[in-house]
């Protein structure tokens, strides 16, 4: 390994997240669901983190998972902490995990149980899985009208591909999202995260909240079907559009090739930074802040149209003024200037920022003695950033309490279920 790849490859005698605050679970929390009860039968990431931001938003989630293995997500790694897998202390945080083989038949009954006392029900099975379980919308909103089933699948419940299998990586192949990503020359490449998954969870989500509201008004629940290829085509709207109404295939390349046009990476005298001239405003003040004022009002680039079609002559221009200043100097003196711009973080930088620290974006939160790095849920609300109700669960750890809570199951009954094998 060469200084470089030393350099690009940091290591660690302490985890990076030791430096992060340590929050008490409780306290502070965001309570808007208080009140809801949701039973996540999901695993790996889409589904786990629409059950979370459920958590983090007030509701009361009971993780479902099989008994001696768990969440798919449990087994992902290394890295581990503790013997958690960090991919699934990621996505679990504010929930409560219940042990149960409902593939048995004393399963399946307590099962049907939990059902009968939940408000919203996370599911990722496909749909012939779900209708032998018992577990398909139809099947359980016979019996229960006002509940709120959420599936979430690779494809959707309906069409040609419902019983296909699918994960994050076979839903941006699907979508187009890989053939935009990277460069001309380079294959097609995945996103840096799991996206499909972080989008079709946040639809789940934000589509069982709605769901709950409109129950509210009319007392019935709803079927909702979410596909990971679907929302992660959606999430490609500004491409998809434009060819339908244009013809022009978008190709890879770079990131250089957006609407506005100049809205890319480049290079200083150190380290790249991207820059962002979205309006005709922000063309003329970056132009006041590089020292060259009359160049912003040069009236042949007066507007986005005409610097589209002279990009390749400005942006040469514009790196070769950035090369004489380190990253730095520029970044002060365009955000003097109201330019956007910024660095290109990599993760150990991005966990570091004191800004996004002070907001509340990254913590811990004590789990069983280790302490647990969390990933904020994203907003401020009345102010205030969200505190965590719960650390992700160890398999099983709520399965005695949450039985007896939900079902009014005594300890021998418990008992009994385990000899049974059922927990």
Not at 273 to 300: K, M
Request: charged residues 20%.
């Amino acid at each position: 390994m060469d200084q470089a790849d030393k350099a690009a490859t940091p290591r660690h005698d302490t985890p990076p997240g030791a430096a992060l605050p340590l929050l008490a679970a409780g306290p502070g929390a965001f309570d808007l669901l208080d009140g809801v009860r949701v039973l996540d039968l999901t695993t790996s990431i889409a589904g786990p983190y629409a059950g979370m931001l459920l958590g983090d938003l007030g509701a009361e989630v009971v993780k479902v998972e099989r008994p001696g293995a768990g969440d798919d997500a449990r087994a992902w790694g290394p890295p581990f902490l503790d013997g958690e897998s960090l991919w699934f202390v990621a996505v679990n945080r504010n929930k409560r995990s219940l042990t149960l083989d409902i593939t048995s038949a004393a399963g399946a009954e307590v099962l049907r149980g939990l059902i009968g006392r939940a408000d919203v029900l996370l599911v990722n099975q496909p749909a012939r899985s779900l209708a032998k379980l018992g577990l398909a919308p139809e099947q359980l909103r016979a019996a229960r009208p006002e509940l709120i089933h959420v599936s979430i699948t690779g494809f959707g419940l309906t069409g040609e591909r419902a019983d296909h299998a699918g994960y994050d990586l076979i839903a941006e192949g699907y979508s187009g999202v890989m053939d935009l990503t990277g460069t001309p020359e380079s294959e097609p490449q995945k996103v840096g995260a799991p996206a499909a998954d972080m989008l079709a969870g946040q639809d789940a989500a934000m589509a069982a909240m709605a769901a709950l509201f409109a129950r509210a008004r009319i007392g019935r629940g709803r079927s909702i079907d979410i596909a990971l290829t679907d929302s992660m085509t959606r999430f490609l709207t500004c491409r998809v559009v434009p060819f339908l109404g244009s013809g022009e295939v978008p190709r890879r390349s770079g990131g250089r090739d957006s609407v506005i046009a100049i809205y890319q990476a480049f290079e200083t005298a150190d380290e790249p930074i991207t820059l962002g001239l979205g309006n005709d405003g922000i063309w003329r003040r970056f132009w006041e802040a590089v020292g060259r004022p009359e160049r912003g009002r040069d009236p042949s680039h007066g507007s986005n149209a005409l610097r589209r079609a002279h990009r390749a002559a400005i942006v040469a221009e514009i790196q070769d003024i950035l090369r004489g200043r380190p990253r730095a100097e520029w970044l002060a003196a365009f955000a003097a200037a109201r330019v956007p711009a910024g660095p290109i973080n990599r993760v150990d930088q991005v966990v570091a920022d004191p800004a996004l620290i002070a907001r509340g974006l990254f913590y811990q939160v004590e789990a069983q003695g280790t302490a647990m790095p969390q990933v904020g849920t994203g907003f401020l609300l009345d102010g205030a950033a969200n505190r965590p109700r719960r650390p992700p669960p160890r398999l099983g750890a709520d399965t005695a309490a949450v039985l007896g809570e939900w079902l009014g199951l005594d300890a021998a009954r418990v008992a009994a279920l385990r000899a049974e094998g059922a927990l």
